[in-house]
T-cell receptor, first 112, second 111 residues
Framework: EAGVTQFPSHSVIEKGQTVTLRCDPI?????LYWYRRVMGKEIKFLLH????????ESGMPNNRFLAERTGGTYSTLKVQPAELEDSGVYFCASSPSAYGYTFGSGTRLTVV | AQSVSQHNHHVILSEAASLELGCNYS??????LFWYVQYPGQHLQLLLKYFSGDPLVKGIKGFEAEFIKSKFSFNLRKPSVQWSDTAEYFCAVNVLFKLTFGKGTLLTVNP
């Protein structure tokens, strides 16, 4: 079974630019999650999709972040405009239920 | 809101030494507990999990963890570490689909 795929694996952008991260979950997993780890800090929850609906977006830092999940399949996380403090590793995970998370390799975002 | 505390930021051991990584959580209800590992350049992988039943949980690669409810702890142990165990280890609690992680413990095992 293919795992959770994220791309790009690395992205370096300038402050003020826009970046879009993509996550392809495991086929059939209705639940999709985004997490973020800022350097030196813990991995923090951003949001949770069930199919195409946002179940919980309590962790989204501010309105510069926009997540979508098209047709309940892949998801994108757009940061517009990017700020220096957005640098970190963005993880995506999917699961068939409340448990059984599978994580992707992450996207390392650097804002300069 | 729940929180997870990992006691050690960086642990350095020699091969064959015993390992214990501390994890405490705060949450008043029923929790599901996890240890994840991230090897260099790889994705987060599940080491072991506790949902209910026997508080001593065995995971992959010889790791085990003990859930002590009265202490709100879920410490990770391994009797004899190997160089290949060098990685970052994360304790996490799952409440309502959401994982809350500790800050992680970087383990370096010297050959």
């Amino acid at each position: 079974e293919a795992g959770v795929t994220q791309f790009p694996s690395h992205s370096v952008i300038e402050k003020g630019q826009t970046v879009t991260l993509r996550c392809d979950p495991i086929s059939g997993h209705d639940n999709l999650y985004w997490y973020r780890r800022v350097m030196g800090k813990e991995i923090k929850f951003l949001l949770h999709f069930v199919k195409e609906s946002k179940q919980d977006e309590s962790g989204m830092p501010n309105n510069r972040f926009l997540a979508e999940r098209t047709g309940g399949t892949y998801s994108t996380l757009k940061v517009q405009p990017a700020e220096l403090e957005d640098s970190g590793v963005y993880f995506c995970a999917s699961s068939p239920s409340a448990y059984g998370y599978t994580f992707g390799s992450g996207t390392r975002l650097t804002v300069v | 809101a729940q929180s997870v505390s990992q006691h050690n930021h960086h642990v350095i051991l020699s091969e064959a030494a015993s390992l214990e990584l501390g994890c405490n959580y705060s949450y008043g209800g029923t929790v599901n507990l996890f240890w994840y590992v991230q090897y260099p350049g790889q994705h987060l992988q599940l080491l072991l999990k506790y949902f209910s039943g026997d508080p001593l949980v065995k995971g992959i690669k010889g790791f085990e963890a003990e859930f002590i409810k009265s202490k709100f702890s879920f410490n990770l142990r391994k009797p004899s570490v190997q160089w290949s165990d060098t990685a970052e280890y994360f304790c996490a609690v799952n409440v309502l689909f959401k994982l809350t992680f500790g800050k992680g413990t970087l383990l370096t095992v010297n050959p």
